[in-house]
Structures are given as C-alpha cells and as structure tokens.
C-alpha cells in the first residue's frame, strides 16, 4: 500500500512540475525581452550623453574664445540681470575696478562701485531695463577720486517672449542689460588742460607790452593778418578788428623812410623762409611817431600760404636811450682818453699839460690851467696852461694871492666856483680878470681829503653847462688820483731804496737758513738712516761743527744714578786737546746743569770751567750747551765752543735745538732697536730650543710608540685572534694564563667583561695612532722648516690626476650624506710638481672639507687660471696668467678673522666639528710649508656659508 501510495503522489505532482517548468521558461523569455530594452536604452542614452559632452565642450571652447576676446578689447564689459547684480565682467572691467572678478561676480553694483557711483548711474539703469538703449558721459566717484567715463548700456531682451506681449509688458522681458564703458579722465583732464592753457594764453596775451599777431601771404599776392592781440590799441592806437579787415593800415601808418626796409626784408623772408626781423618808425593816429620791432618766424603751409608768427614790440623809449648812451659813450671816450694819458705817466709835469691839452679840446675852451695851492707861500700858483690861440697871455709861473681871496676861500672848503662873467671887483682878482676876460669855472682839486688846487676853465661869452661842469669834475678826480699816485711813486722810491737794503740782509738770512735747512736735514737723513748710536753722535758733532765753524763740538751721555757725564764724540780743531771719555760731575756745575734738566738751551760767554777740569788749558769762549730731551727724559748734552766774542745767533740756536731733538729721537730709537735685537736674539735662540726639542722629543717618542703599537696589536691578536697553543683560549668557562706565552691559569672571564676589554684595547690602538700621528706631524714640520728634504718634480695633468686623488674620500662623503662637485677645464697646460707634496697638501684640504661640512653640504673642487682670482697680497683680480689656482670650498661658517689663523701651529676652529673627529692642529700648518716648498701660496677665505682655500702654483 505504501507503494501504491507513493506511485499516485508522484503522478499527481507531474502536471504540476511541467506547469511550473513552462512559467519559469515563460519568465525567462520575458526577461530577456527586458533586459534587452534595457540595453538598448542604456546605448540610447549613453549615445545622447557623449553627443551633450561634445556639446558642451566645443560650447566651452567658444565661451573661452569668446572671453579672449572681450579681454583683449579697449573697452570695459560687463553683463548685469535684473536684480542689478553682475553676472559676467572682462579683464579690462576688473583693472578698471581693481578687484578681481570672484569679488565682482554676484554682488550688486551698489556693493561694487559704492553707493556714490550708484547714484550717478541708477536713473541709466532704470532707463536700460525700460528696454531703452543708453548712451551718455558721468564723472563716477570712485575710491576718492573722479573717474570720467564713456559708456553704452544695451537691454537684454528675451528674444522667445511672447510677439503678443504688450508694450507696457515689454520691460519684464529686459533679463539684464549689457554696460560697454570707456575711461575718458585722460582726455577729460586733456581738455580741461587745453581749456586752462588757452585762459593762460589769452592772459599772457593780454599782458605782453606789444602785439601779438599772425600774418598770412597767399600765393596770389594778398596777404592779411588773421590775428592781432589787444595791445596793438597801445601801439597802433587802432582796435585788432580795424586791422585785420584794413591791412593797408599798416603801410599808411609806416614812416616813408622806412617802408623799402619793411617790404624788403619781408619779400626776403617769403623767399628764404627764414625769420624775419625789422624794425622802423611808426604814426599813430595821434600823429606820435614811435619806435617799434617786429620779429617773426615764416612757416610753409600745404596750400602755398606762407605764415608769420610774431611779435611787435616798442621800443622808442630804448631808441631814446641809445642817442643819449651814444653822445655819452663820445664824452666818456674823450674823458678815457685823458685819463689814459695821464695814467701812461707818473711825471706830474707830463700829466698837467696832457690834461689841460685834452681838456681844453674837448670842451672847446680858451684857456685851461691848473693852479696849485702854496700854503708856505700864501698864493695860488699855476703849474700848467693850455691856450687855444697861439698868441694869448702866458699865464705859467703866475702867482694869484691867497689871503683875502673870495674865490680861493670857497676852493679850500671844496665848492665849485661858477663865473659867466668875470667882472670882479675885490684886490686879489681884479687885475687877473682883466687879464683873463670871460666865464671862469674853478674846480676844486682834493688829494687825500686836502686842497692841493685848483682846475681853471675860461671861455669867452659863455653859460657854463652841467654836462661840461661833469666832465671838469670827472678830470679833477683822476688829476686828484694822478698827483696822489706821483706822490706814492716818490714815495716807493725811497721805501724801495730802503727795502732793497733790508732785501739784500734778508736775503743773507735766509741764504744762511737755507744751508742750516740743508745741514739740518742731510743730519737728519743721516741720523734716521742708522740705528747705531755712535755712528748718530759722531755724524752729528761732525756735521755741526764744520758748518758752523766752531773751535770745538762734543756730545755727553749721562748716567744718571752716578750724576755725570761722559763725553763720547766730538770734533775739535786743531791745537785742541781731545776730551772724549772724560767725565764731569753734574752736582759741581749747577748753573748749568739745572737749565739743561729743564730742556733749556743754555749760552754763555766766560773762561770756561768746563775747560779746566776736562782738557788741560783754560780757553775764553762763548758756549752754546743743549741738550738731548725727549717725553721720557734728558739722555745726554751737546757743548759748542766759539772763540770769538760773537754770540750764536737765533738761526744757529734754532738750528741746534733742532739737531738736538732729532739726536733724543736716534738716541732713543737706538737703544729700542738694541733692546729689540737682544730680544730677537733671544727669540731666536728660545725657537731653536723648542725646535730642537720638539725633533728630540718626537725622534724619542717615536720608539716607545712603535713599541706601545706592537704590543696593542700583539694583546688583541691574543685575545681575540688565538694561535693555536701559544693564547689565552676561550674555555667553556673561562679563559687560561699561561707562563712564557703559554697560559696554563684559567682567568674567568665574563662575557661583558670581555666587550669592555675590547674597547679598552681599541681605545688604546686610537690613542696610540694618534700619538703617532702627531708625532710624524712634528717631524714632518721640522725638516720642512729645516728644507733637508729634496723634492723630485714630476709632469701631471690635474685633470686626471685630481679625480683618481678624490676617490677615497667619496665614501665618507656618501656616508655623511654630502655632495661634491668637480670643475676642471680640459685645457689645463701641464703642472711640473712634487707629487707627494701636492698630494699631501690636496689630502688635508679634503679631508678638513670633509670633517668640517654638515650632513647634505658641498663640497666644491675646482682648477680655474691664475688671472681668475684674487692675490695673496691684493685679494683683487690680478693678472697671473702663468699660474694655475686650485680652490676647494664646503660648506661652513668660519669668521673672516679666523682664516689668516687656520695655518698657526697647534690652532683648531672653536665649536666647527660638526663629525667630532678632532685632529692634531698641524695639518694647515704642513698644508701651508709644503705650498711654500713648491713655491705656492695658500690662503682663505669666508663668505656667509662657505668656506674656501686656494691654491697658487706657478707653471
């Protein structure tokens, strides 16, 4: 039964299986009808986006063509919407505005331009969003200032509106409106200029004494003026407008004679184009004639005309002041001629009768005299006459009384005396003015606030004129002058026969100053040229005693904890007893020798008591003592004798004195010099000492060091390096001592005792390299001060050789992180060297470059030629073109004044280690003696972060 009922279950549930199969293929089938759609929406789509992509991009394309466009135009653009907001601006909108166009963009106009500008542009805006296309020029006020613009304001309209809309309707169709603006406030300012300048010129016009006018020629012939100024009213007495419609006015108006002369140089004007200038006579309406002067510069016009534009100007007032100027410049070249004779002489006899020769021709006179005062004699006399007829009175010799003179009472107070008639009735003058008939005019002559006399005009029926009294006045003053000046001449002449006496007394001073200079400084030359002191005194007492020729010159030292002086030098004539090493004893001779401690020069004239007690006879002399001081004290003196009753004059004390000061100063520099060359010696000998001592000590240290090495090197072979049977070995526990290199002891040993044993021997095997190290160094530089080594020169090309030098430096430069960089030129010429040496010096530069850089710093090498850098000596560009020059530079700071301190012996850079890899002090130094034994020269230098070191070798 169970079978049966599981048969008809498994029939039943057939129809149902095969129902659901077919559903399930149906669904299927509808999907992918589905899903197919879908993809081909999907391509549909995805084709549609591409295309818009496309359109997008060539649509951006345009835009920025577009916008290059508007940008590169001379006009301010901009487009605002309705809400009054800007949408877009150009380039020139944003340099317009000086902002940039983020903070323009969105932002009202009001916000923008301020609300100043707002004001003056809103009722333009309101008028453009009416639909109205604005035109129209503002001042705007921006950022303090008024900026006149030029501007168009275009609606933008929505062109798919409605055609049906209505007109009142129209403006909500305006969107925004499109501004197209230009900054006129140049040309504003242009014209507000011209406006101004052409005020200027209208007033400059106005106020110019003359006129101002414009005068054309047309080829036909015609010609006419264009302009006259105002002032053609005060010239012409006519108004501009009468002349410019008459031009006829000009020649009705021109003096007769002068019209050839206007008309020919205008026709030669017109011809040449060249600037015209005349001038001539003018009438005015008035019937005045006038003076004037016309200049102009012609002009060429395209259409043939010829244009003058000119000045006219009056110059009557300067006409008049040129006849008076030239009638005076006649009297003035009369009177100069007078005064230059007078002055040819100093004879007052040629004078008088020049002057009165001149005078009387120029003024046209009968007779001119000049009278002389006598006081002595109470009476005028006259000294010169000129007479115009040959056959008139000889008045010369005359004598005119003084006492009861009317005439020469107001001569003596220096009034001129004016007579048209001489009609005189008083005694003194009645008979000389019958002798003499006609005007008289007397003029006082004045020398030296005196009245020395008179100048005496007479004419015949004559009114004496001011001009004529002027020109009598004007000779009087230069006779005054003439008669002073012969007096001086006189005068000189004797002062000159006097001076030439003094002269000649003078001239023998300073010829013997002259010699005592010489003597002076051939003494001191000589003094300065040595610094032995007895060379100095004897030199001195020499010199000084044959140029002044004395009987005896000496010079004494003092010693002053003894009181006395000893006589050292001296020049003695013959039959003179030589006094040289003998001694006087200060305190005996106070009176001398006070002074002298003073810096006193002491003379005196007696039997000298010096003489007594130092030389054998006893001698009657004047003595000169001097003596030798400087700031520090007196050193000595200097004693001169003459046996003559003559005292030493002032030149020949100056003279001494000042030998004497230049002696203190030998003296004293002397000795210095001495004690400095015992000091030297001294030096020199302590150097040899330290030298000899430091090769002794290095030659000694160098055995025990060597011995102290091989033992270091021997105890870590033993160590750390066991040989089978002769070393300590490493038990399982411990190590083992052994007796005559075998060690049978076990010595227990921990394992960081042994670290610590291994760093001990390293820092024994350092210390003792470095020891070393100094101590060939100090070796080294003892044979190379000594130059006991000979160098073998060698032919290199720096440009192979210095690269191959560097290459073991180029791994502690990587590992410290620096950079280096090699310059050589290829046309380097060979360098003829020590290898060794150059290689040693090169070494140390390197590895001091190394040492001294800091992690990521330069290291510069580089060859350049001698003429490229500076000197030694100079530090400035010299030319050395046969010579090569290395530089090696890195980067540091070291102080300029520490780089002549680098090559010192022992001298290391405070704080400037950056690797703390310290050093013995001598590197530099044999850097620097190994340069010089090849002939070089070294030297550093700083320059904020670099540090350089050249080298100089000759080729």
Known sequence: MAR?????????????????????????????????????????????????????????????????????????????????????????YEEWLDCKREDILGKHIAEVIGKDAYGVVVDKIDRVLLGEVVNYEAAIPYENRLRYVSATLIPDIDINASANASANAEASQVRGWYALLTDITERKQTEEALRQSEARFQRLVANIPGVIYRYVLHPSGSSRFTYVSPGCQDLYELTPDEIISNFEFVWQFTHPEDISSFKAALEQSARTLQPWQWAGRIFTTSGQMKWI???????????????WDGLMIDISDRKRAETQLEQQTQRDYALNQVIHTIRNSLDLDTIFATAVREIGKLIQVDRVAIVEYCPDQAAWCVVAEYVRQADGVNGIHLKIPDEGNPLTRQLKRQKVVQIDSADLSDNANRQIAQTFPGAWLLVPIQVQSKT?????????????????????????????????????????????????????????????????????????????????ESHILQTVVGELGMQLNVACCDTALYDLEQGISTICYEYICEGIEPGVGKVDVIAERPNVYEQLFQGKTVQFCDVVSREETIRAETYHATVLACPFVDERGILGDMWLFKFSPDCYSDLEIRLIQQVANQCAIALRQARLYQNTQRQVEELERLHRLKDDFLSTVSHELRTPMSNIK?????????????????????????????SNQIWETPITLKPSALKHLSHYIQILHDECQRETELINDLLDLTRLEAEVDPLFLTAISLQLWIPHLIEPFLNRIHSHQQHITITIPDDLPILETDVTYLGRILSELLHNACKYTPTGGQINVSVLNGQTAPSLETKEQNQQPSSLLLRISNTGTVPPEECERMFDKFYRIPNNDPWKHGGTGLGLALAKKRVERLGGEIWAES?????????????
Request: hydrophobic share 35%.
């Open 4 to 92: 049966d009922r599981q048969s008809a279950s498994s029939e039943a549930n057939q129809p149902l299986a095969s129902e659901q199969r077919s559903m399930e293929s149906t669904q299927q089938q509808h999907l992918a009808q589905r899903l197919l759609e879908l993809q081909q929406e999907n391509d549909r789509l995805r084709a549609e986006l591409q295309r818009q992509k496309q359109s997008e991009t060539a649509l951006s394309k345009q835009l920025n063509h577009l916008q290059q466009i508007i940008d590169v135009l001379p006009v301010c653009i901009s487009y605002a919407n309705r809400d009054r907001r800007y949408e877009f601006v150009s380039k020139r």
């Open 293 to 307: 002067q016309a200049r102009s510069r012609p002009e060429a016009q395209p259409n043939g005309d010829i244009v």
């Open 452 to 532: 020395w006399g008179c100048l005496s005009l007479v004419k015949q029926h004559h009114r004496w004129q001011p001009t004529e009294i002027g020109l009598a006045r004007a000779t009087v003053d230069q006779l005054a002058i003439a008669i002073h000046q012969s007096n001086l001449y006189q005068q000189v002449q004797q002062l000159n026969a006097d001076l030439e006496q003094q002269v000649r007394e003078r001239t023998s001073e300073l010829q013997t100053a002259l010699e005592f200079e010489s003597l002076l400084k051939r003494i001191t030359d000589k003094v300065r040229d040595s610094l032995d």
């Open 710 to 738: 091989m033992a270091i090197e021997l105890l870590d072979i033993n160590l750390f390096q066991p040989i089978r049977g002769q070393s300590i070995g490493m038990a399982a526990n411990g190590l083992y001592a052994s």
């Open 943 to 955: 320059h904020e972060d670099e540090v350089a070191f050249y080298l100089r070798f000759p080729i």
